[in-house]
């Protein structure tokens, strides 16, 4: 084996990578942060075999979401969250313990792969799913920093919760909370 195989090992991974990420609607900055290619390469692969695919795959502009907010907007994204953090947590993609990692040793080819596999696996459990792809980026990044967003547990059932740093009320989901109805 030649010194310089691994690097084009590294390389292809990256790109390959980088279509997956493409296939998911993700924006070029996002792209560029996980995989480490320039904006130019990202635009090149995405009109090389993007441009081309069986379904128009559009290309989104500006900045990536970063309101923390959309997350627990109503009842159904509150549960959309915690199902998309569960799987996050159990491919490890977030940390077990928040904080854990910088916000800048979020980003690499290993732990992206892994977000997107995990992502894939929750669009499969929930196909009508509200959360971008865009959206589980910036949630992976928050959980993970865990200064505005982090993982608990219901005090109740102990199922798990996506909530705020320092929660107002009680940390119970939805099904605990809610009044059993008489049959």
Same mark, same amino acid.
């Given at each position: 084996m030649r010194i310089s195989?691994?690097?084009y090992r590294r390389e292809r991974w990256a790109l390959e990578l980088a279509l997956r990420f493409l296939r998911h609607e993700a924006r070029t900055q996002t792209i $560029?942060?996980?995989? &480490?290619?320039?904006?130019d390469r990202i $635009?090149?692969?995405y009109r090389s075999y993007m441009s081309h695919a069986r379904r128009y795959?559009? !290309?989104?502009? +500006?900045?990536?979401?970063? *309101?923390?907010?959309?997350?627990t907007r109503s009842l159904r994204m509150q549960e959309e969250t915690a199902v998309l953090a569960s799987v996050l947590s159990l491919l490890g993609v %977030?940390?077990?313990?928040? +904080?854990?990692?910088?916000?800048?040793? %979020?980003? +690499?080819l290993g732990r992206g792969e892994l977000l997107c596999q995990a992502f894939e696996a929750y669009r499969l459990l929930l196909p009508a799913a509200q959360i971008s792809f865009?959206?589980?980026?910036?949630?992976?990044? %928050?959980?993970? $920093? &865990?200064? *505005?967003? !982090?993982? &608990? +547990? @219901?005090?109740? @059932?102990?199922?798990?919760?996506?909530t705020e740093r320092f929660p107002l009320r009680d940390r119970r989901c939805h099904q605990c909370a809610s009044p059993v109805q008489p049959r």
């Open positions: 195989d691994d690097r $560029r942060a996980w995989t &480490g290619l320039s904006d $635009r090149k692969l795959l559009p !290309r989104h502009r +500006g900045k990536s979401p970063h *309101q923390i907010a959309y997350f %977030v940390p077990a313990s928040a +904080g854990a990692a910088t916000p800048v040793a %979020v980003p +690499g865009e959206h589980a980026v910036f949630l992976t990044t %928050v959980l993970t $920093r &865990g200064d *505005q967003l !982090r993982l &608990g +547990g @219901c005090s109740d @059932c102990g199922g798990l919760l996506v």
